[in-house]
């Protein structure tokens, strides 16, 4: 299997859920033998020669290689153009920073990268412990652009050797919804269950879905949420408050990955299954 990660961004200000995502961000690329680059703007002058001081003691201690930007802009633009400019596959920032940058981290700014970005973002608060992915949950709806992630779901999932618990759901309770929602859910596990990963199905309808899957994945004790940036587009899955709400206040990681028109190697999974 290819790597899964070859480049990873991390906004950084030393706060709390910085440095947690900088944990998992040099874990991951070590584990990845990934690129690392990280942006931070500070106009604090000792903070900045923290955070400085921060990515010399990691570039030494983890052998790493770093590069670090400090943009001038808006830093959810710049955090975006860096990510392009830089060619990275995934970015991991923090979710609620006190100090330094902390518009980029709160409220609505903290979508605007997810929603502006064309790679996976890993958001995390402070409080994960964890240093690896060992149950993901992924909430499946009736869009076809909710399989999307499946692919990305195998590759982390096969290299954390990681459960997975598919929640099938949606606002609505109507029959068709039903039926789509639990073809779709048995085509992913079916898919899984091909790369020898262990997974289960539980059904949710006609509730508030960000929250449910937040329910689910604190009843299980899950290390990782993967869901697409918009999912249902008629009825707003991870669209506006339900989006800021699974980013901003879950306590679980949640890698969120933008919809595409077309994945190479996707549609082939549900080819004929429509």
Known sequence: MNATFKHILIPFDNSPSARVALR????????????????????????????????RTVKNNAEIDITLFQPKGLIYQEVIAVAESSKCDLIIMGTHGDSGIHELFVGSNA???VSSSSIPVLTMQESYKKDSFDT???PI???????????????????????VYILGCSKWET?????RVEQYADQTKRLLE?????????????????????????????????????????????????????????????????AKDEIS?????????N
Not at 30 to 50: C, G, H, L, R, S
Request: hydrophobic fraction near 40%.
């Open 265 to 273: 190697g996707v549609s082939a999974y549900w080819s004929g299954m």
């Open 111 to 113: 979508y605007r990268v």
């Open 24 to 55: 998992t961000a040099v874990n991951l690329s070590k584990k990845f033998k990934a690129q690392m680059t990280m942006v931070y703007a500070n106009p604090d002058f000792e903070i900045a020669e923290d955070i400085m001081e921060t990515m």
């Open 136 to 138: 993901i949950v992924i």
């Open 141 to 163: 709806d009736d869009s076809h652009e909710t399989r999307q992630k499946i692919p990305m779901v195998r590759q982390i999932a096969g290299y954390f050797n990681s459960k």
């Open 194 to 258: 091909e790369a020898d990963i262990e997974c289960e199905i539980r059904h949710n309808f006609g509730g508030n879905i960000a929250e449910a899957t937040m329910d689910y994945s604190e009843e299980i004790k899950a290390d990782l949420i993967i869901a697409m940036s918009e999912s249902e587009p008629a009825g707003g899955f991870f669209m506006g408050a339900n989006a800021q709400r699974l980013v901003n206040h879950s306590d679980i990681p949640v890698l969120t990955i933008a």
């Open 175 to 179: 029959t068709d919804v039903r039926s």
